[in-house]
């Protein structure tokens, strides 16, 4: 078998070598995981630790005080040491669905869930695209070494994402739970499932996608007070005011919101570009789900799309493109390839790389119209109806 006209030795050998730089580069970034570190400090698994930590106590509505999130890292980190820490903008149910890693230390904490998600990614990942190669692809994906140094969540959107996908057609209860909590975590990705279950008239599983967001709140307001809700709601000028106004976000991110703001558009140009594409990308969920595609091309058609269709998108997040990759490449791989599409999805493989480089050193914003192309060639793959089947 040859892939991208390399052998399967070849490609191991590739990926090898890919895995070994990025664990020689995440040793000299992370370092020693103690107190005063800059293992510490350049974590976003900080916000996380800090805001379960945070909710254990007394005032679990205190996560949405950047000063008392401060307080936490200041005192239980870095031993007094001032740093900056971004605001805890997530749901509050959310913020019940980690509340254990505050009961370990930090790097026991750290290890447990970059372990722990990876390890889910990785088998979902497997279960998509059953080759033995697949694990090492997916470690060696550019994406997936980015979110493990920022130590991000997606490893575990990639296994609620994914996983959730995967039983849409068969266990569509399952499927609802697991995408129910995938929104409970990134709404913002996740409101595309709501338009292509519409389209696909997935009900069964809409209604229990949407009562595990219901029932997450739910049980999070219980838990921790209903003023918490309050609290969040409170949050969201300020996240869309660092959207909109932070120049200092816009070159790790890569949507066509930020692409605009980040060329020099204005702030009513770059809303109106996202929202116009933000609208075709339902538009074209809503027809590939309708249309009875097949489970790689409808899965893999939403993660694109809700990539592209939200403002709220950062390099770590490309960590998602591991699913509609392994999904097209297992796809090829059964059923052959289409013009353009063995030169397209390495690129897309390194898009992640690519734009971190290109957008962040000379301010090219081109992930956008990288996802875009990947999403027309995904499109070009849904099969037509006939009249009589219409």
Not at 30 to 48: A, E, H, M
Not at 326 to 346: F, Q
Request: hydrophobic share 55%; proline share 6%; aromatic share 14%.
């Amino acid at each position: 078998m040859k892939v991208y006209l390399l052998t399967r030795e070849r490609l191991r050998l590739v990926c090898w070598c890919l895995i070994i730089t990025y664990v020689i580069f995440a040793v000299y970034q992370l370092g020693d995981l103690g107190p005063r570190t800059g293992g510490i400090k350049n974590s976003d698994f900080v916000l996380l630790w800090s805001a379960s930590h945070l909710a254990l106590g007394k005032d679990p509505g205190g996560v949405y005080s950047i000063r008392k999130l401060q307080q936490v890292q200041t005192l239980t980190l870095l031993g007094g040491d001032q740093h900056d820490l971004l605001p805890w903008l997530y749901f509050p149910s959310f913020l019940m669905l980690i509340l254990p890693l505050g009961l370990l230390p930090y790097p026991v904490s750290l290890a447990c869930w970059l372990g722990g998600t990876l390890w889910g990614a990785l088998s979902i990942l497997r279960r998509i695209a059953p080759d033995p190669l697949t694990r090492k692809l997916a470690l060696a994906f550019p994406g997936i070494a980015l979110n493990f140094f920022y130590s991000q969540g997606i490893f575990l959107l990639i296994f609620l994402m994914g996983g959730g996908l995967l039983a849409v057609d068969g266990y569509p209860l399952l499927a609802g739970l697991l995408l129910g909590v995938s929104i409970s975590y990134k709404p913002h990705l996740g409101f595309l499932v709501l338009v292509a279950f519409l389209g696909g008239r997935r009900w069964r599983a809409l209604g229990a996608m949407l009562a595990t967001v219901g029932g997450l709140a739910l049980l999070s307001a219980a838990l921790f007070g209903f003023h918490i809700w309050m609290l969040f709601w409170k949050t969201i000028p300020l996240a869309k005011e660092i959207v909109a106004t932070v120049s200092d976000v816009w070159p790790r991110m890569s949507s066509p919101f930020a692409g605009v703001r980040l060329v020099g558009g204005s702030l009513l140009t770059a809303w109106s570009i996202q929202g116009m594409v933000s609208g075709v990308v339902m538009v074209i969920a809503f027809w590939v789900w309708r249309q009875g595609a097949p489970l790689a091309i409808r899965a893999s058609t939403l993660v694109v799309g809700a990539l592209l269709a939200s403002p709220y998108i950062f390099e770590y997040d490309l960590s998602l493109l591991s699913l509609p990759l392994a999904w097209m490449v297992w796809e090829g791989y059964l059923k052959g390839w289409r013009s353009w599409e063995k030169y397209w999805l390495p690129v897309v493989w390194l898009s992640p790389l690519l734009t971190s480089f290109l957008t962040k050193d000379l301010g090219w914003p081109l992930e956008p119209l990288i996802l875009a192309i990947f999403l027309f060639l995904l499109v070009r793959r849904v099969p037509q109806k006939t009249d009589a089947e219409s």
